[in-house]
């Protein structure tokens, strides 16, 4: 019967089983009453031929057994009987059975989730077409048009030196994520703009959903004016209007649409529209931007050229390039291809975007990985405790009649029981896991590679808890019915002499368990001591009750009226009660996307080792942005309303100070720009600020007056509002000077600090959550071996008792075994993260991967909770009662 | 006095009952081979049942509820096709183990 017409039947007879039954009994009746029918007329009378007929009709119910039997009822029957015995059996013992649920559920979760993101970032190809062809070239920059002079006479590489390369490229491409203002009379809107060459999309291989993409006349300078939607913004925005050909307002500027890319595209950046990047580019092209071109070049390699290959003729070409460049020029021009060969000239785009986070993604997976390992070896550890209990009941059962195949079956119930729980439990949890690791995921891949739950994983890893808690489940029912003579088992009170290899099995497990949860501690340890370092570092600035918002002015709005607009907005909230401090920068430290370092000469100054220039971030700012951000000022002054049109003036930083003028007081000292001659005095020093990333050392920092229109702005207020009246104050001031000037990022100072240290939070906060589980686990291993240890060697320790052994000495000799097995744990562990520790140097902050604090207390706190864990029991076992012991066998 | 079944043969029985009659209920199939068998053959109602709905299960038999004569409900069965080449079958079977134990039956001690 295993035809699936067959299987049909049974199912169509176990969902109607009530039907059929009564459908079976109203035949049978028929027939006992026809057959009764026939005797009375044989002659019986009617009473003898009733009692006859339902003589050889025998038991009835019998039939039915035996027909619902071959309607494969029995055994479905069977099974649900199983199943529910084993509910009330796990019901009855929570204190079993909700720490293996928790636990595989937890480590079902975690696995899904963090393999899914992994999964997600480095595993899944990226949505191109043929995508192994795409690589991304470092350094390759786009031609500046007023630049064009020198084009020959030695320069970097660019992209339409790239586009020549036809035979190993067939298509090249530049873009950069930046910003823009989409004017609406109703709500003016900043969109995320990808700025793209022409051949951007075709490179890439993706089409439009309607229209077109890009034409080489729109990518060249002065070209017609064209943008291409986001599937999202049209809808968002648009409300799915038909858009094709009509004209949008971007920074001031009419735009014609030409063409709506498909849902599932928003690359780079997610971005909300395309608008094309001429090449060579022109001053325009910068005003998405803070002041300079974020490009990143693309191109696909033709099928047959290898990787390598085409990486060494692209290096070839930058020598070729920078060939005719002499003196300083020739130099910096070194110093990149340096930096090319460096990071490879072409690598492949998915690694390029997926950058420093594969490596924390990696460790992440690998700590996962260990406590589901943990996890397994726990819940093996409990069943096998919980079995070697139960053999006596096994055996019990044996005796009483049921038969082995029904015994192995109901312990199976219970283990597949267990492990469905766990894994519908874990399926819960896991997309809840997923929204906290989706934080780590690189802001590059973010559109492109979107986090989904991986069924797969999730099958694989609930796969892997059904058959731990199979395998381990059934470990007694193997073991009690091999161990042949049921009766001998009951008699000796738990088969004392048989558990030998089972304690062997379950110590060893807690040795791997105390181990890899040693290994997690130290792991999250050195994290969190990272974590600790980075957050205590001096950042230059104080981020307390400090609120900003940023805004992007069109070059359409000539720089004299931008000033007026930022210092209108800043004069009207320093004069409002409740404000401390209010100014301007062009560049927000820490909000994420770089910012400009331009070139100085210092007149005098001993040139550098290759000639290498001496770079500051360029940065503008008003005289009040010290105060609102809380920058300290060290020596001399910060700009007066007065140095924006006076003679050219700077504020440095500490380490510009330190590294430009060793030793010497720079005050009133002067630099110019190369290749300007104009004179910039140096007229006071303030705290470096670190402004890229937390944990990057800032480089030396030079603020000049707002003395241009800064097209891109960040106001800054710190004041003793509440941070929500703060923020209000700021958009208020900002709505009442330039009503249609959109603004965004409205946020605390906090938050921007907050967003920028997210992945390392996350990864800190997953590992160090982890290692708490992990450390739980192994307390609860070291308590379930212990616990059993006594229940098994009750009736011993009553003897030793009777004999005069102390409660002490009892204690001794339950957690003698038990101090060595965590003690080897221990060692293995840290013999284990010392070994690794190369594996999350990268990760850590000022902390040396073998860290001695960190290996010093990680035991300790190992210890601790593995004494407690012992000690539970073993006090039960020194307060045993020998009287008690002797008469319960 | 009547004999069981022969074992084995009951599936037999009920095919080639139902082949002849086309439809019967269950009361009608166990007094068909009764007295088809010159009542040497009776069919245990015990065994009658569970038989009918492993054959029901298996395809050689449909089912239909109908009324008898004195108008009550009852279950008719009916010959499937597969029913039909099953009892084929085991007919060809059954004469050749007859046949054979005939042959040993034959050899009568000298």
Known sequence: MTTARGLLHRLLYFIRRDQYLSELEEEMRLHAELRAAALHGAGMSADEARAEARKRFGNATVIAETSRDTWGLGTLDQLLQDIRFAARRLRARPGFSVPIVAVLALGIGATTAVFSAVDAAMLRSLPFPREHELVALPMVTVPFEPELGERSLGRQLDISDVAEMTGVFSGSASYASGGLNLSDPDRPLRVKAGVVTAAFFTTLGVTPLRGRTFTAEEGKPRGPRATILSYGLWQRHFGGAPMLGKSITLHGRPYTVVGIMRPEFGFPDECDLWVAMPVPTTFSTFEPFRGYLPSHAIARIRPGVSTESAAAQVLARWQQVAEPARGQRRDDLNGDIREVRRTGAAVPLHRELLGDRRRALLVLLGTTALLMIIACANVANLLLSDGAVRRREIALREVLGATRPRIVRQLLAESVLLAVSSAGLGLVLAPVALRVVRAMMPQSLAAIAPVQLDLRVLVFTAALAIATSILFGLWPAIGATRGGDATMMIKSGGGHGSTTGLGKARRGLVVVEVALTAMLLIAAGLMLRSFQRLMAEKIGMNPNQVATLETSFPSSIPGAEQRRIIDGVVDRLSRQPGVIAAGAVNDLPLRGGGGISVAIEIPGAPPLDHGEPRFARFLFASGGYFDALGIAKLRGRTFSPRDATGPPVAVISAAMAEQFWPGMDPLGRYFTFRPDTTHITVIGVVADVRESALDTPPWPQMYRPIDVGPLNVAIVVRGTLPARALMARLTDAMHDIAPSQPVYNVRMMEQVIGASVLPRRTNTTLIALFAGLALILSALGVYAVVAYAVASRARELGIRAALGATGADLLALVSREMVAVVALGIMAGLAGAWAFSRVLSSLLYDVDPRDPATFIVVPLLLLLPAVVATLIPALRAARVDPTQVMRAD | ?110
């Open chain 2, 1 to 110: 006095m009547s004999d069981p079944i022969p074992p084995g043969t009951l599936d037999m029985l009920i095919l080639q009952t139902l082949a002849r009659l086309e439809e019967l209920h269950g009361f009608e199939i166990a007094d068909a081979i009764q007295r088809t068998s010159a009542g040497v053959l009776q069919v245990e109602e015990g065994s009658l049942y569970p038989a009918l709905q492993r054959m029901l299960m298996k395809g050689w038999l449909s089912a239909e509820w109908g009324k008898t004569r004195d108008n009550r409900r009852a279950r008719y069965y009916r010959l499937t096709a597969a029913g039909r080449k099953q009892l084929t079958r085991e007919r060809e079977s059954y004469q050749r183990v007859t046949f054979a134990i005939a042959r040993i039956l034959q050899l009568a001690p000298e």
